[in-house]
Protein backbone atom coordinates (compact mmCIF):
# COMPACT_ATOMS: atom_id res chain seq x y z
CA UNK A 1 0.00 0.00 0.00
CA UNK A 2 1.10 3.27 -1.15
CA UNK A 3 0.88 6.26 1.29
CA UNK A 4 -0.05 9.55 0.06
CA UNK A 5 1.36 13.06 0.31
CA UNK A 6 -1.96 14.54 2.53
CA UNK A 7 -1.12 11.47 4.62
CA UNK A 8 2.61 11.54 5.12
CA UNK A 9 1.95 15.50 5.77
CA UNK A 10 -0.54 14.27 8.24
CA UNK A 11 2.02 11.89 10.29
CA UNK A 12 4.78 14.36 10.66
CA UNK A 13 1.47 16.74 11.68
CA UNK A 14 0.30 14.16 14.35
CA UNK A 15 4.37 13.66 15.11
CA UNK A 16 5.19 17.22 15.70
CA UNK A 17 2.31 17.58 17.43
CA UNK A 18 2.76 14.78 20.11
CA UNK A 19 6.32 15.81 20.54
CA UNK A 20 5.28 19.32 21.48
CA UNK A 21 2.97 18.36 23.87
CA UNK A 22 5.63 16.09 25.36
CA UNK A 23 7.88 19.07 25.44
CA UNK A 24 5.32 21.10 27.07
CA UNK A 25 3.98 18.65 29.61
CA UNK A 26 7.24 17.18 30.28
CA UNK A 27 9.88 19.79 30.24
CA UNK A 28 7.82 22.66 30.06
CA UNK A 29 7.16 23.05 33.81
CA UNK A 30 9.52 26.20 34.52
CA UNK A 31 7.81 26.91 38.54
CA UNK A 32 5.08 29.22 36.67
CA UNK A 33 1.90 28.11 38.17
CA UNK A 34 -0.25 28.65 35.93
CA UNK A 35 1.96 26.96 33.22
CA UNK A 36 2.19 29.41 30.23
CA UNK A 37 1.90 32.98 29.17
CA UNK A 38 -0.52 34.11 26.54
CA UNK A 39 1.09 36.80 24.90
CA UNK A 40 -0.86 38.91 21.64
CA UNK A 41 0.87 40.40 18.54
CA UNK A 42 -0.02 43.31 16.48
CA UNK A 43 -0.57 42.15 12.79
CA UNK A 44 2.12 44.41 10.80
CA UNK A 45 0.71 46.45 7.71
CA UNK A 46 2.37 45.40 4.17
CA UNK A 47 4.60 48.27 4.55
CA UNK A 48 6.24 46.74 7.54
CA UNK A 49 6.69 43.54 6.01
CA UNK A 50 8.31 44.82 2.85
CA UNK A 51 10.49 47.19 4.89
CA UNK A 52 11.57 44.38 6.34
CA UNK A 53 12.36 41.58 3.87
CA UNK A 54 13.77 44.80 2.35
CA UNK A 55 16.06 45.84 5.22
CA UNK A 56 17.38 42.27 5.23
CA UNK A 57 18.44 41.93 1.79
CA UNK A 58 19.83 45.22 1.47
CA UNK A 59 22.98 44.09 4.40
CA UNK A 60 22.75 40.80 3.00
CA UNK A 61 22.14 39.43 6.18
CA UNK A 62 20.16 36.09 6.58
CA UNK A 63 18.71 37.65 10.08
CA UNK A 64 16.27 35.04 11.92
CA UNK A 65 12.76 36.12 12.97
CA UNK A 66 14.10 37.29 16.28
CA UNK A 67 16.45 39.74 14.86
CA UNK A 68 13.78 42.40 13.86
CA UNK A 69 12.06 40.35 11.31
CA UNK A 70 8.44 40.93 10.52
CA UNK A 71 6.37 37.79 10.47
CA UNK A 72 3.20 37.15 8.74
CA UNK A 73 0.29 35.25 10.62
CA UNK A 74 -1.19 32.96 8.14
CA UNK A 75 -4.07 32.71 10.49
CA UNK A 76 -5.28 36.72 9.95
CA UNK A 77 -3.13 38.07 7.18
CA UNK A 78 -5.05 39.25 3.92
CA UNK A 79 -4.40 37.28 0.23
CA UNK A 80 -2.43 40.68 -0.25
CA UNK A 81 0.08 40.30 2.55
CA UNK A 82 0.21 36.09 1.84
CA UNK A 83 1.87 37.96 -1.93
CA UNK A 84 4.48 39.76 -0.21
CA UNK A 85 5.72 36.07 0.94
CA UNK A 86 8.54 34.40 -1.67
CA UNK A 87 7.01 32.21 -4.48
CA UNK A 88 3.25 32.58 -2.98
CA UNK A 89 1.34 34.36 -5.74
CA UNK A 90 -2.49 35.68 -5.49
CA UNK A 91 -3.58 32.03 -6.24
CA UNK A 92 -1.98 30.00 -3.79
CA UNK A 93 -2.45 33.15 -1.28
CA UNK A 94 -6.43 32.75 -2.06
CA UNK A 95 -6.26 29.13 -1.62
CA UNK A 96 -4.56 29.77 1.48
CA UNK A 97 -7.42 32.04 2.56
CA UNK A 98 -9.74 29.40 1.24
CA UNK A 99 -8.10 26.58 2.86
CA UNK A 100 -7.83 28.70 6.56
CA UNK A 101 -11.59 29.54 6.05
CA UNK A 102 -12.84 25.60 5.80
CA UNK A 103 -10.62 24.75 8.45
CA UNK A 104 -11.22 26.95 11.03
CA UNK A 105 -7.32 28.06 10.29
CA UNK A 106 -3.77 26.47 10.60
CA UNK A 107 -2.75 25.13 14.00
CA UNK A 108 0.75 24.98 13.42
CA UNK A 109 3.18 26.37 10.50
CA UNK A 110 3.14 22.60 8.74
CA UNK A 111 -0.42 22.64 8.28
CA UNK A 112 0.00 24.94 5.37
CA UNK A 113 1.40 22.03 3.88
CA UNK A 114 -2.06 20.98 3.17
CA UNK A 115 -2.62 24.09 0.62
CA UNK A 116 -2.50 22.41 -2.85
CA UNK A 117 0.22 24.52 -4.97
CA UNK A 118 2.43 24.04 -0.78
CA UNK A 119 5.06 21.83 -1.41
CA UNK A 120 7.96 21.71 0.58
CA UNK A 121 10.36 23.79 -1.68
CA UNK A 122 7.88 26.76 -1.03
CA UNK A 123 7.50 26.07 2.26
CA UNK A 124 10.98 26.25 3.18
CA UNK A 125 11.37 29.39 0.95
CA UNK A 126 8.41 31.00 3.21
CA UNK A 127 9.27 29.05 6.59
CA UNK A 128 11.27 31.87 8.32
CA UNK A 129 8.43 34.74 7.47
CA UNK A 130 5.32 32.62 8.45
CA UNK A 131 3.83 32.58 12.01
CA UNK A 132 0.48 31.36 13.50
CA UNK A 133 -1.36 32.70 16.45
CA UNK A 134 -5.15 32.86 16.91
Known amino acids: MKTTRAEKVALIITGITIIGMLVFFIGGNTGNSEGFTITTQRQPSIEEVMRGRDAASADGSDSGPDEGRILVNINTATEEMLCTLPGIGPVIAG ?40
Open 95 to 134: RIVEYREETGGFASILDILAVRGIGEKVFENILEYITVSE
